[in-house]
């Protein structure tokens, strides 16, 4: 099994910072993908950002330019560097994992953290 452990999230006013972490360990034997997605409050789970293993990233457009997201592919995490935060940024952060596992035969898996949660408020 792939389990993916997060970290970072908090309390921050508007405008603040946060940088969040994901980890990813177990029976890996590749990861194509890992990112961050959120949930809302009343709100369906949403992207926010992914990246692969050669580096190509996608953003919503919701957090471009305010969102940076890095990978180490040696140790299998990422983490996302959030700025200029706005209230509607508030959500539980779930970090993704999609890849194949060191299995035999190899089986693909796309593995969810427990989610750590944003709050953005004055």
């Known amino acids: 099994q792939v389990q993916l452990v997060e970290s970072g999230g908090g309390l921050v006013p508007p405008g603040g910072s946060l940088r969040l972490s994901c980890a990813a360990s177990?029976?890996?034997?590749?990861?194509?993908?890992m990112g961050w997605y959120r949930q809302a409050p009343g709100k369906e789970r949403e992207l926010v950002t992914t990246?692969?293993?050669?580096?190509?990233?996608n953003y919503a457009d919701s957090v471009k330019g305010r969102f940076t997201l890095s990978r180490d592919n040696a140790k299998n995490t990422v983490s996302l560097q959030m700025s200029s935060l706005k209230p509607e940024d508030t959500a539980v952060y779930y970090c993704?994992?999609?890849?194949?596992?060191?299995?035999?035969?190899?089986?693909?898996?796309?593995?969810w953290g427990q989610g750590t949660t944003v709050t953005v408020s004055s």
């Open positions: 990246i692969t293993t050669g580096g190509t990233i």
């Open positions: 177990g029976t890996i034997f590749s990861i194509n993908a």
């Open positions: 993704n994992a999609d890849g194949v596992e060191a299995r035999i035969p190899p089986r693909r898996f796309s593995s």
